[in-house]
């Protein structure tokens, strides 16, 4: 990555951690292409997220009440009713236990997708390896839950079909339909995210009256959206995966 394209996370991360990230990557058998800055903007905005997520949470621990709930946790409230109703719509039993996964995956998309309208900043989403890496670990997680429900035998005879004499063209089907999942996945929430900022960036650049407002707008809707389609999604993947029905 070049110095002039690094925004003002990044260019302190390769200031004062270039060398632990540098030596980390030489270990791994992928050294930096330049050791001087190896840190990607997407990676540093994705750590700051983290950070805030962390504050935003553990100011919401220190101030949870049942008797006098604040405005923080008021919101997280509806949230969770949010997340579990969806689920229970996708989800025919036992919602509870996957609300936590949905939740957390929601809850980070969207700061993800939201903090590229800070300006210096850029939505990690906008890179094809945040998204990647969400839509690895939802197919690992509904995949993992099909097998915890159901056991082995039984999870993997949904990959046969309803009838077993069409088992041998059910099966090549079903797994080309699973490995694609992650690729639709990664495709929507980086194609979407990346073509809203990229829009939101070239109109405050042409105008700063209204108009801008107006983009600004439609990316955070855009954010939502989009985070609430990978949520949603997911669900309906692991609704499948444990279903009982065959």
Known sequence: MQAESEIWTTALFNRFLAGPLDTFLSAVGHPAADPAHPWPNWLTVELLVVAIILVV??????????????????????????????????????????????????????????????????????????????????????????????????????????????????????LISHFARPLSLTIRLYANMFAGERVTVTFLTLTYFLLPAVFMGLHVFVAFLQAFIFMLLAMIYVGGAVAHEH
């Not at 109703?85 to 700061?111: C, K, M, N, T, W």
């Not at 046969?160 to 004499?165: I, K």
């Open 57 to 174: 949470f553990g100011l919401l621990r220190s101030k949870l009440s049942v008797d006098k709930p604040g405005n923080l946790q008021l919101t997280f409230e509806s949230i969770y009713k949010f997340v579990l109703g969806q689920a229970s719509e996708s989800i025919d039993h036992h919602v509870s236990r996957y609300v936590p996964f949905f939740g957390s995956l929601f809850i980070f998309i969207l700061f993800m997708n939201l903090i590229g309208i800070i300006p210096g900043l850029e939505s990690p989403t906008m890179n094809p390896a945040v998204p990647l890496a969400f839509a690895v670990a939802v197919f690992l997680y509904y995949h993992w839950m099909g097998l915890r429900e159901q056991g082995v035998g039984k999870y993997l005879l949904h990959f046969a079909g309803p009838v077993w004499w069409l088992a041998w063209l059910m099966i090549p089907i079903e």
